[in-house]
């Protein structure tokens, strides 16, 4: 047994051992310091300081990154990856305001793989969407995450709707779309027995997924790889730090700060925002200009019950009607053997409001005061008041299902979840759907690239978009 005069004995030799550690030059904590035979030294001459996580060519503290990429749904993630597999030896860091990945618009999507059908020849949407669906089955294959072929029918109900539905067609082939086969009734009846129409386009390779899991997979390679995830950092402001800021021998190689609620700070030297629902309040920190905006709109599902599942086997969606801005209500079945009908598409009174009741006050004033939701609402102000009805109405929703299945009843659904969409405004209450990238000026500006929308099918086309989101990035930055 140890007596009081060993345990002096002990503690006066730890101090003493102690003291010497610090005359050698060697202390133990965040960062160890190292005689200089052991390192190569800084350019003033003195020791560098070595962290156990170092991954830049850099030697740097735990808070300074080459890029931060801030956003941790689909398109942020993807972009990551890309990053980190193209530059192995800078250090990247995602930046999440919630405390898991892809909570958002990600993890409320249809889960829809799109062919790319719909999107006009020769533009950068229908060229992402191609390379973007062969791109998302490979990345699934390689790691092991689940999906279905089941394939879709887009179905014209009457006459009039089949000169849209050969464009369609047209449109499809075009593009390169794979598979593309017209169906008359009886071939409906053959994919989708309680179907009916006059005619249809299949897709077979178009498919569904849980990209939620999809998202997860690109943070869980992005951090094998060696980034860094920061969960609960809500970004709340971007600013250069001045020389006299720079305690460290780094001097300005991380110029950028990046604030964040509870005190969060981490340093840079370039930013890369993917921020979907709030991108334009993340531009307008830099010194973008406010448009395009962001006005979110929520689409509620209806849960058909299990015991009626039989009725639908695929995806069914309708012929797009050019005088809205909506595609319509579909049924498409889900990874977790649930089958979504809808949706509506409703003004959200919450950026990230995904429940009927969902207010914000900040939210809405901003939304209601933009001339450009404004325009677009009296635009189509009947359309607009019919959705909403449907929204709250279960059977007039399901009247409008109705017409494709019509064995379809109110009494076989339930009220399911809900999606928000950010949609991308001009003033003048036009849509923008095409990509929007925006860098500012200045010192702070120009370090900074926004991806202010990048519009559906983003998810499909994530794997593409990351891709030319990276080229971006090269073209813009010096990594």
């Known amino acids: ?16 051992n102690f003291r010497r550690r610090i005359e050698l030059g060697v202390v133990v904590g965040l960062g160890q310091q190292v005689p200089s035979s052991c390192c190569s030294t800084a350019a003033n001459g003195g020791p560098r300081w070595v962290h156990k996580r170092q991954k830049s060519s850099s030697t740097v503290s735990d808070d300074n990154y080459d890029a931060c990429i801030v956003g941790g749904g689909i398109v942020g993630l993807a972009t990551a ?10 250090k990247l860091a995602v930046l999440e305001k919630e405390n898991e990945l892809a909570l958002h618009q990600t993890g409320h999507n249809s889960g829809v793989i799109h062919a790319g059908i719909y999107y006009a020849p020769g533009s950068l949407k229908a ?18 995450i689940g999906y279905e072929k089941v394939g879709k029918l887009i179905v014209a109900l009457n006459d009039s709707e089949v000169p849209r539905l050969d464009e369609l067609y047209e449109r499809g082939l075009i593009n390169n779309v794979e598979g593309l086969e017209i169906v008359g009734p009886d071939g409906i009846k053959e994919r989708e027995p309680y179907c009916t129409g006059v005619k249809a386009i299949f897709s077979p390779n178009t498919g569904i997924i849980d990209y939620g899991e999809m998202a ?27 020389e006299s800021e720079s305690s460290t021998n780094t001097g300005l190689t991380y110029p950028i700060l990046v604030e964040g609620k509870h005190g969060k700070k981490v340093k840079c030297r370039y930013v890369i925002t993917c921020g979907g629902l709030l991108s334009d309040r993340l531009a ?7 448009n395009p905006r962001i006005v979110p709109f929520r689409g509620d599902y209806l849960l058909l019950k299990p015991e009626k599942r039989h009725l639908v086997r695929g995806n069914i969606y309708p012929v797009p009607d050019p005088r809205f801005p909506f595609l319509g209500v579909h049924f498409t079945p889900r990874m977790d053997g649930n089958l979504w009908l809808g949706p509506n598409a409703v003004l959200a009174f919450k950026r990230e409001g995904y429940k009927l009741t969902d207010f914000n006050v900040s939210d809405t004033f ?7 939701l404004r325009r677009l609402a009296l635009k189509h102000l009947t359309f607009g008041m019919k959705e909403m009805y449907r929204g709250f109405v279960i059977s007039a929703q399901v009247k409008r ?5 019509p064995d379809l009843k109110p009494e076989d659904v339930t009220r399911g979840p809900s999606g928000v969409r950010a949609m991308a405004l001009g003033p003048d209450g036009s849509l923008v759907d095409d990509f929007v990238f925006d860098i500012g ?12 929308n990048a519009p559906s099918p983003a998810a499909t086309s994530s794997l593409s978009i990351a891709k030319m989101v990276a080229d971006k990035v090269e073209d813009s930055f010096s990594l």
């Open 127 to 144: 060229k992402l969407c191609v390379e973007g669906v062969k791109l998302t089955y490979q990345y699934c294959d390689k790691h092991n």
């Open 1 to 16: 047994m140890f007596c009081i005069k060993s345990l002096k004995c002990l503690k006066n030799h730890r101090l003493l």
């Open 401 to 405: 299902l109705q017409q494709y299945i």
């Open 441 to 452: 000026s200045g010192d702070l500006g120009k370090r900074i690239l926004h991806v202010r």
């Open 366 to 372: 901003d939304a209601l005061s933009y001339s450009g």
């Open 284 to 290: 307008l920190l830099s010194g973008c200009q406010p």
């Open 216 to 242: 997860r997979m690109f943070g869980k390679h992005f951090k094998t790889l060696g980034g860094d995830i920061h969960t609960e950092f809500n970004v709340t402001n971007f600013r250069i730090l001045t």
């Open 81 to 90: 990856q890309e990053l980190i597999t193209r530059h192995p030896n800078i």
